[in-house]
């Protein structure tokens, strides 16, 4: 009986086990959404300024970081994927749990929706980083449909057939991606490309249009939430080309924030966008969401506007958010990157090259040795610690922080590798190229990288984001080689 | 409810764990509750149909009890004829009324225009009760055991109505016999509750079952529906591949339910009857029916075949009586002449079978054939799987036309390329499903291998073997089915094939 007993209890627990490892594994990890709620729950109690909610309206134009950096301001963007208010509510809620900041701010646009449910994907990103509780069942109860309410709240049915799916990042805490860095990210997401888009001509727009039932309740409840916790709630909208109707809408928004008086106030930024200084057609990576340019002048506006209305102090230097200060560290890197990517001559390229973190592998290819400017290049790399001259044929050489880790010099054949942040791979080898020469193959993990065949490629690794950079490559055309990046 | 839905998964955990803790002689009211629950769960209103065939047949057996005892002549046995027939034509009519009527509709329709006549209208739509065939059959089981006295007539009406009703093989079988199943209802009270082995047998069985249904007939089902539904656009191969994974569909959704009836009953601690036996390892079309649907084509044996005379008559009256039942079981599973083509094409494998069948082994002796080697037998397995995937045909198909046209590409549009273009990668699996239905199809054959070798289900084989590998096995099912099964809103719950019947 005892024996049986035993294998029974034991039983269960590896079933447990399993079933949990299972889990980690398959469940869903958008960075829309569900990981955003769920490193909320890891901030310290009572220790955010601003708590931002709604969709990626404010998520992805809301600077976390620059918050931080230039006016100490500890804020979070807690927002979902297109997320319906009555989604916001509950994050609301859940926030209040653990936080009491200084003020509450809500984006409206999904507040001017109309229509059900959202898609599936929605509903997951909305709801999957709640803990399990009352509320998290409501959520899901508000969010879907009756059919489909099970599998959302056991999430298992949903995500179990992504088998096909899974990837080293189903198998790690949190994403890899370019922008989030450990448990420093703080909810923002960033967007680097510039979408053009004409400037939008400011309308004036004084009638009112009603909002669905539905979220006129829940705009409501959120904002009684934030009174009944006694803390004032300000209810925007992030700039973007709004149409008429949709102005209309954050009129009776406005109309509403009025109603409760005090403590609830309402901006619709759109008239604002010269004040901020965006120009739509550099600052957007799409008709709504702004790149980091972008959402770093928002910010500072926004932050602006805030410190003159509530009380938000300055954290910066404080040992209890260490992690903001890494944030703004890993986002100062994160722009660096861009603006890297951006630079297209060779001098100023070689120039933002020489910091620490990186891992710059150099491989020259073709008839670099003949070249019209073999001397101005030969110069240009001889500071970086790198001997043109010494080279035969193709070369490759591996640079960490100016310390020369690997040069292929006259070698026939090599093989280098060395690990790069936790999970990368950095190869460098040679092969046999077109020509009877060994020329050099550059891999990271299992992808080559090489941008041009006849003259110099450059491929940089970040320690710090644990990614790549990029691969620049700067074509010799004519026996010449060009200084303007390909 | 379906048995691979989360709303079973919450059901039968209550129904078991109220069963064991409420006073023993209330089980079976409870069962009975939950039955009907579970019946009702498809749609309240059958729930009228079943207590009527219920009441009917159960006052037939009484009634067939009071005349033996109060009329033990030859009047009496008249009345007692009557009564069964009578019984049998409520049952049936109610049966061929949701069943058939609108089988009969549109043949007779069919015959009218023929003539010129005008066609008769339909006036109301009939919903066809999930699971109608199964316990009608199991009623009238009871009745015709009662008239032959194998059975005392149920005095009890509500423990009769659990042997009509009991919710493991209520929908889709197996279908029990009175002689088995009241017998041990009528002993619910003396089960014990904790009975390790029986409990963990019986919950082996259905993650057996599960995995089947979960893992390889929904599955497969993806593949058939994608060829079938548009036969004309495919070749041979694609044709012949999805008929064998039909095969493997209906083999895997049937026995699925069975084991996992079987199952859940051995939890409770009631047998049922054991329905599926390796059907495709059988050497003749006749052993195949002795290994499928084995509940079924034992009734049909029992309440058809022998009254007809069986095969203790002329030859002719023998091959008569053999194509009787077997298009009668066409019929059976479902209302179209396609069906009933599929149960006279397998009558007729039996006549052809018995017929050449001396003549085959007079031209084997003559050859020396050795019919012990593995591949004598080997041979027996194949020709006779081609001939059940041949009547499939017929069985998959919306109609015999369909089927017709499905038989005459397959022998017209032979296109072996398809094999290594990656054509069958495009047939609504893609590689990795492949991969795993192909998986997945060898554990099967390893299971049914060793059912047919042993004679030992799952839960049996695995009782013997090390706890290592017990549990590896366990986990690896478990696992199989929760990832890979074909669940969530990226699949549909597929329903079993045999609730329409």
Redesign the interface.
Known sequence: MIR?SV?IIA?FL??SL??LR?HQV?RFKFNDGIYGLEQFYEEDENSLDAIFFGSSHMYVNVNTSVLWAEYGIAGYDLGGSEQPIWNSYYYVKEALKTQKPSVLVLDCFTACRTGDYVD?SRIIKNTYGMKLSRDKIDAVKASSPES?R??YL?E???Y??R??DLSRSDYRRFADTDFIWSNTWKGQYLHTSAYNQPQPEPEEVTETAKLDEINEAYLRGIIELAQEAGIPILLMVVPYVADAEETMCYNRISEIAKEYGEGVDFVNFNPHCEAIGLDFSLDYADPCHMNYRGSEKFTRYLAEYLKARYELADHRGEAAYRSYDSMAQYYGRFVYNDQIRKTAELPDYLAKLWIPDYVTVFFVKGDYKNMSNYNEVRDLLAGYGISLDEAGGDAVWVLRDGTLLFASGGDAEYCWHQEVGRYDVLTVQSEQGESPEITPRVLLNDSPYSKVNDGLNILTYDLMGEGLVECAGFAIVDGTMEMGKR | MLFNS?DFMIFFPVVVGVYFLIPRKARYLWLLFASYYFYMSWNPKYALLIACSTLVTYVSGRLLDHLRKALPSAEGLIYQKWVVAACLAVNLGILIFFKYSDFILNNLNHILSVLGAAPVQRRFDILLPVGISFYTFQALGYTVDVYRGTVEAEKNLFRYALFVSFFPQLVAGPIERSGNLISQLNHVEEIQLWD?ERITGGAVLMLWGLFQKMVIADRAAVLVDTVYNHYWLYGSIELILATVLFAVQIYCDFASYSMIAVGAARIMGIRLMENFDTPYFARSVKEFWRRWHISLSSWFRDYLYIPLGGSRCSKLRYYGNLMITFLVSGLWHGASWSFVAWGGLHGVYQVIGDRLGPVKRRIEDRLNVNRDCFSYRLGQVLVTFGLVNFAWVFFRAASLKEAFGILGRIVTRWNPWVLSDQSLYRLGL?V?EVHILAVSLLVLFLADRVKYKTGKTLDLFLREQV?WFR?LVL?AL??GI????M?????SAAAFIYFQF
């Open positions: 049986k294998k039983f590896i079933l399993l079933l299972f398959f599936e489909g099970l599998g056991l298992y049915p949903t179990h057939g088998y096909g | 989360i390790y893609d990795t706890l549990w986990f478990l696992f929760i990832i890979y099964g669940y969530g809103p990226a699949f």
